[in-house]
T-cell receptor, first 112, second 112 residues
């Protein structure tokens, strides 16, 4: 019963272009969403989050969009840089932060 | 470095043996989480502590798994009578109530 899904296992983008990573969820009780970045042999690193009371949150080159009616969120990276190449996980919580559900990840490759 | 520390980084053991992993969270974080990650998947929630109290436990955590956080600081995760299916990366994360989780680099368990 995977409640958070990332249907694209990989994405390849040219340096300088926009990267769009997608995530879908099934549990309407989720009200807090996060994106993590993971390099090989390291633990995930927090990137950006959004509460369900918002539909957009921006931090530098990273923007997360939330569409509650579609139960969909996306992470936009613009402009993409080679150092952004990593696995990106989306995660969701019911707001009490007791338990987080993660997607299976999307491996982003930014080509120079 | 004051991040989340996990030891050992890699554990190789024979099937049927017991193993114990340790996690040292960021010192001011009262919340501590354990996750398991297998190849191609995102982290799966195992259990959560607030201070020394274990408040949430996944059904993934069978009777062979036990976690403790005796003084509300470091935590241990023990797996008894290990099985092939226990081979995975075990991740620990910590946070304050209003922050996102900070992950350690994990302990990779390999069952021979």
């Amino acid at each position: 019963d995977q409640q958070v899904k990332q249907n694209s296992p990989s994405l390849s983008v040219q340096e300088g272009r926009i990267s769009i990573l997608n995530c879908d969820y099934t549990n309407s009780m989720f009200d807090y969403f996060l994106w993590y970045k993971k390099y090989p042999a390291e633990g995930p690193t927090f990137l950006i989050s959004i509460s369900s009371i918002k539909d957009k949150n921006e931090d530098g080159r990273f923007t997360v969009f939330l569409n509650k009616s579609a139960k969909h969120l996306s992470l936009h990276i613009v402009p993409s840089q080679p150092g952004d190449s990593a696995v990106y996980f989306c995660a969701a919580s019911e707001g009490n932060f007791n338990k987080f559900y993660f997607g299976s990840g999307t491996k982003l490759n930014v080509k120079p | 470095d004051t991040g989340v520390s996990q030891n050992p980084r890699h554990k190789i053991t024979k099937r049927g043996q017991n193993v114990t992993f340790r996690c040292d969270p960021i010192s001011e974080h009262n919340r501590l989480y354990w996750y398991r990650q297998t190849l191609g998947q995102g982290p799966e929630f195992l259990t959560y502590f607030q201070n020394e109290a274990q408040l949430e436990k996944s059904r993934l955590l069978s009777d062979r798994f036990s976690a403790e956080r005796p003084k509300g600081s470091f935590s241990t995760l023990e797996i008894q009578r290990t099985e092939q299916g226990d081979s995975a990366m075990y991740l620990c994360a910590s946070s304050t109530p209003s922050q996102s989780q900070h992950f350690g680099d994990g302990t990779r368990l390999s069952i021979l």
